[in-house]
């Protein structure tokens, strides 16, 4: 498997071919499912063995030279219009974490974030303050998780998942509570 220099998967393929859509193409044409909606990316960080949702980012790119509130405007309007924006904060709810819409310039130089969960926004940044934002996002993820106390089960005991196992199934490791 390709990894980038920071060990997260990288693109496994040399193309750059959407290889989805065709099924979403049909998808959305199912007789009875009104809604369907691919929310474009969740981040995820692990924090002592427990996975640990940080943010919805649902993308868009930007395709022109300067763009003006106006059009930020017409982008938020499209997400609640379509539906869109409804769908990725039910989604940061159920995770407990924010959604955010993140409208990129097409070289990546310029990012656009708004935040759907608490309707704040727009904010701009440079790639630099972008990759500094996530892992401030990730940070307070992981504050958040350390912060919070295990859950007690039965008998005084505490289940979490550890990692999977060779074969690829999930085993559950028991802590005893000390009070």
Not at 81 to 91: C, L, S
Request: one cysteine or more.
């Amino acid at each position: 498997m390709k990894r980038t220099a920071t060990g997260a998967k990288a693109h496994q393929r040399d193309d750059r071919e959407d290889r989805t859509i065709a099924y979403r193409i049909w998808r959305r044409g199912v007789e009875g499912s009104p809604y369907t909606s691919d929310v474009d990316q969740v981040e995820w960080i692990v924090v002592d063995g427990r996975v640990v949702p940080v943010a919805v980012l649902e993308l868009t790119r930007i395709d022109h030279e300067r763009i003006g509130p106006a059009y930020l405007q017409a982008i938020l309007d499209r997400y609640d219009r379509q539906g869109q924006g409804m769908f990725a904060r039910h989604v940061g709810r159920a995770l407990q974490c924010n959604a955010y819409i993140v409208a990129y310039r097409y070289d990546l130089s310029t990012y656009h974030l708004y935040n759907l969960t608490q309707n704040r926004g727009w904010v701009t940044m440079t790639q630099e303050e972008y990759s500094i934002w996530l892992q401030q996002h990730r940070d307070r993820a992981v504050q958040r998780q350390r912060a919070k106390p295990l859950r007690a089960q039965s008998a005084g005991h505490v289940w979490r998942a550890s990692s999977p196992t060779p074969n690829n199934t999930t085993r559950r490791v028991r802590y005893r509570v000390v009070n």
